[in-house]
DNA sequence: CCTTTATACTTGAGAACGCAAGGATCATAG
DNA sequence: CTATGATCCTTGCGTTCTCAAGTATAAAGG
């Protein structure tokens, strides 16, 4: 019960916060992050379909909406006629690097105030063990 | 970042066993318990709305489709011709009860494997802090 | 009274997502 | 080489939800 509300309330905040400043969706926000931390900035469709947790089908539209406003390009894979990469603009990268700012300091805002280091830690450990060994490293958000 | 993914993982496996078993959504279910939970078995929408985290025209469309599956009723209000009352039908009562118990056994699942009695414990209350001091009391899911 | 403002609810339009089905490509075993 | 099966991706369709706008009622002040 906790956890839907707790999440409930938490999304919806950071959602509109992202919207207003950034017009992007925490989606949006999530994929450009994973970029962004991945060599060479670029995945596999898929792979980053598994790590934000959205079908491929998800991801396909996701992706569509960015590549439209610039943030990430498509390229082939050579070894593999199947497999697209996602890879990040520079556009990309300067919009994922300004919106970190202003997302980190709204979790901070909304988490800082709530809990103390040890906390935050503690926390991160438990929901840590939830899902059914999802990737997420690489990143501290 | 765990929050987000714990939450898309685990809800998807609730919601989907949830689903499967006894036609219900999440959000569905947790309608229903409020109800079964409030005096009279019966709320305002609009309180129902704010407990559960959704907005007015969520719920609306929510318990349309729970009145035609006969699960719940409308009542209308003396004393305030605006409000509408949701209550929970007989039918109600028996559907939340047998789905009352399998969600648990998920759940228990879900959790009891992970963590133990303290941790949870702990998660509930750090996690409690979170939402802006809404509702969800007596109840323990 | 009558106006203003707030509240409860509904409705239309649209966004985000999942599922199922289909097309293309690869890999493997006859 | 071909058949079978698996993988990656896209597309059509449906569901759930939000937001904005509209209706109806209430409450409070001139």
Redesign the pocket.
Known sequence: MRFLRAH?ALT?ELS?RL?AVHEL????FDVLVQLYYAEGRRM??????RSV?????????????LESCGLVG?ER?D????????VLTKAGVRKIEEARESHLADIEELFGSRFSPDEREQLAELLGRLPLAHTAEACSE
Chains 1, 2 share one sequence.
């Open positions: 409930a919806r509109s919207e969706t925490l989606s949006d596999r469709r898929i792979d980053l379909a947790l959205l079908t491929a089908s998800g991801i396909t539209r996701l992706l569509d909406g498509k894979c070894s593999d006629a199947r497999v697209t990469y996602a």
